[in-house]
T-cell receptor
Framework: GAVVSQHPSWVICKSGTSVKIECRSL??????MFWYRQFPKQSLMLMAT?????????EQGVEKDKFLINHASLTLSTLTVTSAHPEDSSFYIC????????????FGPGTRLTVL | GENVEQHPSTLSVQEGDSAVIKCTYS??????FPWYKQELGKRPQLIID?????GEKKDQRIAVTLNKTAKHFSLHITETQPEDSAVYFC?????????????FGKGITLSVRP
């Protein structure tokens, strides 16, 4: 139980285009989803927290107009990187928490974004 | 906000030896401390966690100790095996249900030499 999937697992795009990443909780209801960014050989940095049906809460320094987060249902959250640039290239990981455990976060497999 | 420090950044041990990884945290209100193992290009995997109402927790070859007074906690891996080689992250959180945010340490790369 407590499986989280992400799609796509990797994506390559041209500079200036937008990319959407999906995060799904497959076997539980995710009342909260978290989006992290991880640069090579670095730690996970929280970008934003989203609750189903509410606007996401962004961490300091994260541009909300650039990283659009939607959490429209209890099983799906999306992160859209708008007007992507090479510096946005990173490993994006989502996690979900909700009905299956008090506060444990269950991580998705990550999405490798490369912006050319 | 919370600040989690993790030292050292790399650790190399001989297979069969023990490995100890230490973390410190700054916010005395933090009460949940998970440890994650991450292999290259993969998701972080929870390997053990501890809450502030206990001082030690053990699961087979892995144990975690917590010193609330000193605000530090440690991961202990005994009888290390090559498959233990990975990046290990500690984290700290104030438990508040599904919205609990994790603050991660910078990670340590553990190498187990055969």
């Amino acid at each position: 139980g407590a499986v989280v999937s992400q799609h796509p697992s990797w994506v390559i795009c041209k500079s200036g285009t937008s990319v959407k990443i999906e995060c799904r909780s497959l076997d539980f209801q995710a009342t909260t989803m978290f989006w992290y960014r991880q640069f090579p050989k670095q730690s996970l940095m929280l970008m934003a927290t989203s609750n189903e049906g509410s606007k996401a809460t962004y961490e300091q320094g994260v541009e909300k107009d650039k990283f659009l987060i939607n959490h429209a249902s209890l099983t799906l959250s999306t992160l859209t990187v708008t007007s992507a640039h090479p510096e946005d290239s990173s490993f994006y990981i989502c996690s979900a928490s909700g009905t299956v455990s008090y506060n444990e976060q269950f991580f998705g497999p990550g999405t490798r974004l490369t912006v050319l | 906000g919370e600040n989690v420090e993790q030292h050292p950044s790399t650790l190399s041990v001989q297979e069969g030896d023990s490995a100890v990884i230490k973390c410190t945290y700054s916010d005395s209100a933090s009460n949940y401390f998970p440890w994650y193992k991450q292999e290259l290009g993969k998701r972080p995997q929870l390997i053990i966690d501890i809450r502030s109402n206990v001082g030690e927790k053990k699961d087979q070859r892995i144990a975690v100790t917590l010193n609330k007074t000193a605000k530090h906690f440690s991961l202990h891996i005994t009888e290390t095996q090559p498959e233990d080689s990975a990046v290990y992250f500690c984290a700290a959180s104030i438990e508040s249900g599904a919205n609990s945010k994790l603050t991660f340490g910078k990670g340590i790369t553990l190498s187990v030499r055969p």
